[in-house]
């Protein structure tokens, strides 16, 4: 496959949505901010542009992408909304980080959904996103734009240390204020099903819902989000999950770190730091919603300047910490 040398990063203004839309609609590949973290976008119809996304990120061909669209787009022209709750979801959350897997009508390419009979949609709140979505207003599949197993970027410097040369051009559009990905739900079934955790909560779903679970993911029930079974989040750096109460293991994992001539760096929010206080510091911050906006950024500071990350459990006491522990749990090891 021909890769670009060198990748263009341009500040989102009326010359670069213009460019933009000529590399989409010429099958080209185009990295763009959304609230969340920043999707590497393909036109969704095309079967060349949706296969250049899986080699440019190395992504297993069984994971399926989201297909995003702007806010005054159609939904229905790619998929049935025949659930009753369907409505109550979009009317609370949407645009937002909350994807919807929906029975698809088959218009966009089959390389999208992996041969599955659904397609996950995803209609972003940030302006940026509106704005690349709107000027090419075409559906765009569009993952983390990451090389696959390694940390979601949060910023265009991090799509480009990971990417350039596999796509045109990244819009910038500074750092992604939300952090971790989006919530995916099934919307196929008699109530909202929850196949990946983020910012829209269990608790948010169920409350304008009435009802929603957790997809059980256990063998005997179908990987329904093929993306689970994968590695994901992964620093380029040796990395060690601590709980709360095991401070002395885990410093003693530092001291021997620095023993051997190592560098390491704990992670924790702004409490466990206060305590941490002297040692190396990737401070989290303090709510939930803080500690996911620094989450990847500060594993992808750590990986530059660590040898080793230590980090802790994040417990604020809020639904968002499933899906913080959900990232950190695949990002770190667990000791
Ligand atoms: O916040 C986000 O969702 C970001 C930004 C760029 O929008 N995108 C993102 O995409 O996280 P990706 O490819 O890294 O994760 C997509 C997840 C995977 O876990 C995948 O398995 C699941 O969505 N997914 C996509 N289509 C699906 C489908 N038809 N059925 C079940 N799961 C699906
Ligand atoms: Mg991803």
Same mark, same amino acid.
């Given at each position: 496959?021909? $890769?670009?040398?060198?990748?263009?990063? #341009?500040?989102?203004?009326?010359?670069?949505?213009? &460019?933009?839309?000529?590399?989409?609609? !010429?099958? %080209?590949?185009?990295?763009?901010?959304?609230?969340?973290?920043?999707?590497?976008?393909?036109?969704?119809?095309?079967?060349?542009?949706?296969?250049?996304? $899986? !080699?440019?990120?190395?992504?297993?061909?069984?994971?399926?992408?989201?297909?995003?669209?702007?806010?005054?787009?159609?939904?229905?022209?790619?998929?049935?909304?025949?659930?009753?709750?369907?409505?109550?979801?979009?009317?609370?959350?949407? @645009?937002? @980080?909350?994807?919807?897997? /929906?029975?698809?009508?088959?218009?966009?390419?089959?390389?999208?959904? #992996?041969?599955?009979?659904?397609?996950?949609?995803?209609?972003?709140?940030?302006?940026?996103?509106?704005?690349?979505?709107?000027?090419? !207003?075409? @559906?765009?599949?569009? @993952?983390?734009?990451?090389?696959?197993?390694?940390?979601?970027?949060?910023?265009?410097?991090?799509?480009?240390?990971?990417?350039?040369?596999?796509?045109?051009?990244?819009?910038?559009?500074?750092?992604?204020?939300?952090?971790?990905?989006?919530?995916?739900?099934?919307?196929?079934?008699?109530?909202?099903?929850?196949?990946?955790?983020?910012?829209?909560? =269990?608790?948010?779903?169920?409350?304008?819902?009435?009802? #929603?679970? =957790?997809?059980?993911?256990?063998?005997? %029930?179908?990987?329904?989000?093929?993306?689970?079974? &994968?590695?994901? /989040?992964?620093?380029? #750096?040796?990395?060690?999950?601590?709980?709360?109460?095991?401070?002395?293991?885990?410093?003693?994992? &530092?001291? !021997?770190?620095?023993?051997?001539?190592?560098?390491? =760096? $704990?992670?924790?929010?702004?409490?466990?730091?206060?305590?941490?206080?002297?040692?190396?510091?990737?401070?989290?911050?303090?709510?939930?919603?803080?500690?996911?906006?620094?989450?990847?950024?500060?594993?992808? %500071?750590?990986?530059?300047?660590?040898?080793?990350?230590?980090? $802790?459990?994040?417990?604020?006491?809020?639904?968002?910490?499933?899906?913080?522990?959900?990232?950190?749990?695949?990002?770190?090891?667990?000791?």
């Amino acid at each position: 496959m021909k $890769f670009s040398k060198n990748t263009k990063i #341009c500040k989102i203004d009326d010359i670069s949505l213009d &460019y933009a839309k000529n590399l989409i609609l !010429n099958n %080209e590949l185009v990295a763009f901010p959304t609230e969340t973290v920043y999707g590497l976008g393909a036109i969704a119809t095309s079967d060349d542009a949706v296969l250049k996304i $899986f !080699n440019a990120k190395g992504r297993p061909q069984d994971n399926p992408l989201i297909v995003h669209v702007h806010s005054d787009y159609d939904v229905s022209t790619l998929v049935y909304e025949d659930k009753d709750y369907i409505k109550k979801l979009k009317d609370a959350f949407l @645009p937002g @980080p909350l994807t919807m897997v /929906y029975k698809s009508k088959g218009k966009v390419s089959k390389l999208v959904s #992996c041969g599955l009979d659904t397609v996950a949609i995803r209609v972003p709140s940030s302006k940026s996103a509106q704005a690349f979505l709107k000027a090419v !207003n075409v @559906p765009v599949a569009a @993952p983390s734009a990451n090389v696959s197993k390694h940390t979601s970027p949060v910023t265009a410097e991090h799509v480009f240390n990971d990417l350039n040369g596999k796509l045109e051009l990244i819009l910038d559009g500074g750092k992604c204020s939300g952090g971790i990905e989006s919530t995916v739900i099934d919307v196929t079934g008699n109530e909202p099903v929850i196949l990946r955790s983020g910012l829209v909560t =269990y608790d948010m779903i169920k409350s304008v819902v009435g009802k #929603c679970r =957790y997809s059980k993911n256990t063998s005997t %029930e179908k990987v329904k989000s093929p993306g689970v079974k &994968y590695s994901h /989040y992964l620093p380029k #750096c040796e990395t060690a999950l601590f709980k709360r109460n095991e401070v002395e293991k885990a410093i003693s994992l &530092y001291n !021997n770190a620095v023993e051997t001539g190592k560098t390491p =760096y $704990f992670m924790a929010d702004d409490g466990m730091c206060e305590f941490l206080k002297g040692y190396n510091l990737l401070k989290l911050g303090k709510t939930g919603e803080e500690i996911a906006s620094n989450l990847y950024y500060k594993l992808l %500071e750590g990986e530059k300047i660590a040898d080793l990350i230590i980090a $802790f459990d994040v417990v604020t006491g809020t639904d968002i910490d499933v899906g913080i522990m959900n990232r950190l749990e695949k990002a770190c090891k667990r000791c």
